[in-house]
Structures are given as structure tokens and as C-alpha cells.
């Protein structure tokens, strides 16, 4: 593809539009920039060499519009001296450099023309490079805003949620402290028997209580038997 041609697509592409459709818009917009600087550094050395060539131009009209101002003296100077046939062959030499003239005016007035074209053109992608740019810098800023809001997003949610375990570690310090409270208050109190040891128990006093019998019975006899021998006597 030609400079130019390439400058032209540039010039009437739609940035916008373009954005639209690429998957990442920022590295769209900065092959568009790079393609956009390329092709004016392009452009300007082109048109370096236009405008030399202008100036080169611009010096042939010069010498050609002398060269015939000078056969033109010469025609009179023979014509004054009554030589017709020298001013006639003066003229045809002048009226040859005029076609001359003619030819390198057109190409100086073309070169004007392309000039200006370029400068038109190269004035529109300057334009549409500045508002690339600006469109690179808003993209920036959006990103950078965004970046900072879930930055401080993540960083409210992360002190909600540690406030949150923060309140559930205190809850669960007030209901230690209370299950302690409740532990103290049973210190030094007797702990019930389990069930093994209530049965050990009514074991242990059924013993008892049959020892007992057996010293009653043995204190019945003894004084059963202290009577009889009483009235026996």
C-alpha cells in the first residue's frame, strides 16, 4: 500500500468504529497511533522532496523566462539594425523557449497543487492523531479510575468481612466468658454421683442396713435370754 493511499484509509477510517469492533480497544489505539506517526514521518520526507523539487522547478522557469527575455532583446537589436532575418530567427528561438516556459509552468502549477493537497491531508492526520491521542489519554484515565474504584471496592469488602469476624471473635469471647462465669460459679460445690456410683451406694447401705438386723437379732436373743434366767432363779 502507498503512502498516500494509506493516509487517505487513516484520514477516513472511523477511530470510533474502529474501537467498537477490536477485542482490546487500547491496543487498537496504539497500532493506530504508531500507524499514524509512521505515516506522517512518511509523508513529511515525501513532501521534503516535493518542495525540493518545486524549488528546482521554480529556478528552470526562472532561467527559461530569462532565456526568453533574451532572445526577445536579441530580436530587437537585429531588427533595429535591419536584419529581419536574424530577429526572425530570434523569435523563433524565444517563441521555442516559451513552449519551454509553458511546459515547466504547468508542472511548477501542479506541484503547487500536490502541495497543497499535502499540507491538506497531512493537516487532517495531524488532526485525527490528536484526537487518537486524546481518545488514548480519556481510555487511560477511565482505566486508571476503574483500577482505583475495585481497588477501593476490594479493600471496603475485605474490611467489612474482617469486621465481621472481628464482631463473630467478640461474640464468641462474651459466650467464653459467660460459659466461664457459669464454670466458676460451680467450683468447689459437690459434683452428683454418676449413676454407677448411686448404685455403689445402694449397695453399700443395703450392708448396712442387713448388719444392722443382725445386731438387733443378737441384742434380741441376749436379752431374751437374761429373762429366763432371771425367772429361773
Known sequence: MGIFSRMTDIINSNINSLLDQAEDPQKMIRLIIQEMEDTLVE????????????????RRLEQVQEDAASWE??????????REDLARAALQEKQAIEDEVEAVAQEL??????????????????????DAKARQQAMLMRSQTVESRIKVKRQV???????????????????DNLES????????????????????A???????????????????????????SGGLA
Open 157 to 175: 469488602q475485605r474490611e467489612a468481612l474482617d469486621s465481621a469476624f472481628q464482631r463473630f471473635e467478640h461474640f464468641e469471647r462474651r459466650m
Open 43 to 58: 509523508v513529511r520526507s515525501s513532501s521534503a522532496k516535493v518542495l525540493a523539487d518545486r524549488k528546482a522547478a521554480a
Open 109 to 130: 502549477k501542479a506541484t503547487d497543487e500536490h502541495i497543497a493537497q499535502l499540507a491538506h491531508e497531512i493537516a487532517q492526520l495531524q488532526q485525527k492523531l490528536g
Open 73 to 82: 532583446r536579441k530580436a530587437r537589436l537585429a531588427l533595429g539594425k535591419g
Open 202 to 228: 445402694l449397695q453399700e447401705d443395703e450392708r448396712i442396713s442387713e448388719e444392722l438386723q443382725r445386731l438387733k437379732r443378737e441384742l434380741g436373743e441376749k436379752g431374751e435370754n437374761s429373762q429366763n
Open 181 to 200: 462465669q457459669l464454670e466458676s460459679m460451680d467450683i468447689g460445690r459437690e459434683v452428683p454421683p454418676d449413676l454407677a456410683a448411686e448404685i455403689d
